[in-house]
């Protein structure tokens, strides 16, 4: 299967596919999945809407053959999946796939840590927003502590997981009071820390500007105590900005999606764990490619659909953001993979 490597509208190139497995989790983070809107009688997507392992592998060998070269494995709570180090196992043989990770709260990993890696998964990434229990247990909507996920932590590490990240979102007023608690805690232990500006992603979590806590205000109080060097990226197109402390403790990143837009050198699709192609975090619709493989599509078939859809991309909802363009409908992170 011959076909050329797509290209956008803006000229990026399609590298990184984000799969979501469910759209179910465990926990009810109110930047994410607010307990008031997905309560007890919220109505998740039925078993048969969702795509199979063997579904999921065929479309990532498609998007392998369009130059797509690693994978992030997202939810909802990708854990909850039954047997997911079956899925890992069957993306790692795609010829081509050369990166697979996960981004996970933490809850269930040390009991799946080795399958994982066995399996095949190369990187972990855990969400961790707070060091205090009760904040952090307000911010789940669990009231779950921070023990669990130190020990998810502690558990990755053990595993082999290099280098573990975690994953902080900022919330004035809420946690940035423990923007440089975090940093210390994770100081020469290997851990990189992702501070991550709160996003407006989808439409239920009661996102404002005014809640934003700057990514130059992160980098100016951790600086201030310890000195900050910047760091090249790890491959074009990352999403957090990189730095070294400059005596040599490690490194943490930040991503600033809401004050210093990186839309220009975006090469990450998503699909959905219904089987919809998301060419942006911020899309309000997506495209069916579930019908595609269910309606007995070939591999060629697919491979041409997707590349078509990238071709046609035009997204760039955070440059449009920083212009104070009015706000669209979005599709819910939960749904459609962060």
Known sequence: MAIPTPTDTRGRHLRDLRISVTDRCNLRCG????????GPDYKFLPKA?????EEITRLARAFAALGVTKLRITGGEPLLRRDLPQLIAQLRAVQGIEDIALTTNGLLLPAMARDLKAAG???VTISLDSLDDATFGRMN???VGVAPILKAVEAAQQTGFAPVKLNMVVQRGVNDHEIEAMALRWRGTGVVVRFIEFMDVGTTNGWRMDDVLPAREIMARINARWPLQSADPNYPGEVASRWRYADG????????SVTNTFCGDCTRARLSARGELFTCLFAAKGHDLRALVRNGGSD?????????????????YSELRAANASPVPKAEMSYLGG
């Open 49 to 53: 809407d969702i795509l199979s392992y």
């Open 249 to 256: 403790a490690g490194e943490i990143g930040v991503i600033s």
């Open 121 to 123: 998964l190369n990187r």
């Open 31 to 38: 930047y994410c999945m607010p307990a008031e809107v997905f």
């Open 300 to 316: 060629e078939s697919l491979a041409k659909a997707i590349a078509a859809i990238w071709r046609a991309r035009d997204d760039r």
């Open 141 to 143: 909507g669990k009231g």
